[in-house]
């Protein structure tokens, strides 16, 4: 049933385009001479993050290369383009991220098919070096963190208030376990909303099965930014079928402030984050004798302060300095990595 829903939802995506052309009523055709000098060399970026992470309550501290992302993108078509980008150490190991074709079908509306980050929350949908503080909030990292292979469709509202619409189905089964046949697919989808500058809505709704219970999950957040300020707040919700697991709340939100500067760096920023979750179930791992799935993360609340030097305006090349300071309730189990701690982080982008 749940299927058929967000069936009916991508064909509402897809219904205003059945009037469309490559030129409308307004005249707004493609530019053909624009079209034929299109460049179609593919286009190389990478992202570097080397850290040093000391963690008070151990005194101890280690070394970590977070990423070292490689990327290619480019265009075969006016209408084809494309995006492969292997992390060649994600806290050490090798992994194949992005693997997608990209179709502009017609204006405003695209096809995307293989593998990639799944249209889904604010926070989690942000490349490393788009990232705010070294370490990622838990929504981006334990609650709404989706990769997946499937096809999403994307369309932009031919409206004055930019409204940006994603909607896929995927396979539920991982990056690297994609040869299994599915009776069932997990969905996602995303609305994005601009009415003023600098204001952003995001509403987005996400279902995965990795096994027998169904993950039903619902996000809402929002972020205003201006020339020195951003500020932004997220909340997300996640409800397990037959009652197998406690409903999960998370919370995100954060302010950085921009003060720019003459000699050396352009720009100091100052952050400070407030982000909580509930405890949670990845939904794969589950007691053998009742059947019911275990908590793979615990409830615990997190405050952030974070100092930032960059060497430009955009995420580029930026010095990160960042203390986290946890607060676990009585019952929660604190992982290593997730207790208080003083993080130092170099991040370059090219």
């Not at 307004?26 to 179609?40: F, R, V």
Request: net charge neutral.
């Amino acid at each position: 049933m749940k299927k058929h829903v967000l069936l009916y939802l991508l064909l509402l995506v897809c219904l205003p385009l059945a009037a469309q052309d490559e030129s409308n009523e307004d005249g707004k055709a493609l530019d053909k001479e624009k079209l034929e000098k299109k460049d179609y060399m593919p286009e190389i970026h990478g992202t570097i993050r080397a850290k040093y992470e000391y963690q008070t309550g151990m005194g101890a501290g280690r070394f970590e290369v977070r990423n070292a992302r490689v990327s290619i993108t480019g265009n075969v078509l006016p209408k084809v383009a494309y995006k492969a980008e292997i992390d060649l150490s994600d806290e050490g190991n090798i992994k194949m991220l992005d693997a997608y074709a990209r179709l502009f079908l017609l204006k405003d509306f695209t096809v995307t098919a293989g593998q990639m980050r799944v249209p889904f929350t604010i926070d989690a949908h942000r490349s490393p070096h788009q990232q705010y503080f070294a370490n990622r909030s838990f929504i981006a990292k334990q609650v709404g963190n989706v990769r997946d292979v499937g096809l999403t469709l994307g369309y932009t509202l031919p409206v004055q208030m930019p409204v940006i619409l994603e909607a896929g189905l995927y396979n539920g089964t991982g990056l690297t376990n994609q040869k299994v046949w599915h009776k069932e697919v997990n969905y996602s989808a995303k609305a994005q909303l601009f009415p003023a500058d600098g204001l952003n809505f995001t509403l987005s709704v996400q279902g995965i099965q990795p096994e027998k219970v169904w993950m039903h999950s619902y996000d809402f957040g929002t972020f205003y930014e201006t020339d020195r300020f951003h500020i932004e707040a997220e909340y997300l919700f996640k409800h397990y079928s037959h009652n197998a697991f406690d409903d999960v709340h998370a919370v995100n939100t954060f302010v950085n402030y921009d003060l720019p500067l003459r000699k050396v760096f352009q720009k100091m920023s100052f952050l400070a984050r407030y982000d909580m979750m509930t405890s949670q179930s990845d939904g794969e791992t589950r007691d053998e004798q009742t059947g019911e799935l275990i908590i793979t993360d615990y409830k615990r609340h997190r405050v952030t302060a974070g100092l930032t030097f960059s060497l430009s305006k955009a995420f580029r090349t930026d010095l990160r300095l960042n203390f986290e300071k946890y607060f676990y309730p009585d019952g929660s189990i604190a992982k290593e990595s997730e207790q208080d701690k003083i993080v130092l982080e170099l991040m370059v982008r090219f």
